[in-house]
């Protein structure tokens, strides 16, 4: 059985002018909300082995508070350019990748994007994840490559106030 811990970014500045999307960093708020998160999924004793992340700067910056609440170290840390604003089929192409030794593995990114896949992985979880938001899903695969559609057994849900 794996675990996957899906997260969507935290809260981002504005569009403004002179910084594109892919440049825009957390907002107050979202940088208070990405360390609440980190201290809940740590006291939840979650503890991710690989931790895959869009490379986008509000994603490596929702995945830094994360990083360091569970004492994830720079090797088990994948930030790709391609996670920025995929879909449900490339990231779950990207974890059906990912090394069978790891039992747990995060993976922070954007809507509409994480909720597609949430979806597709757990049939009953149909809400759109919002900013700050993720979901721990337990799933009925011994490989990553085997997943498919709802796999998911078990799912707690992690929701800002």
Known sequence: MKSLLIVRHSKAEDVS???NDFQ???????????????????????????????SARRTRETSAALCEALGLQAGQQLYRDDLYLAGEELMRSMLEDVDGTVHCCAI?????????????????CTLSLPTSGAALLQLTVDSWS????????????????
């Open 17 to 19: 002018a002179g910084i």
């Open 24 to 54: 825009r960093p957390l907002s107050a708020r979202g940088r208070d909300e990405a360390a609440k998160l980190a201290r809940i999924i740590r006291q939840a004793n979650i503890h991710p082995e690989l931790l895959l992340s869009s």
């Open 146 to 161: 085997d997943l498919f559609q709802d796999c998911s057994v078990e799912d707690t849900l992690f929701l800002p106030e």
């Open 108 to 124: 922070v990114g954007h809507n509409p994007g994480v909720s597609e896949l949430l979806t597709f992985l757990c049939a009953h």
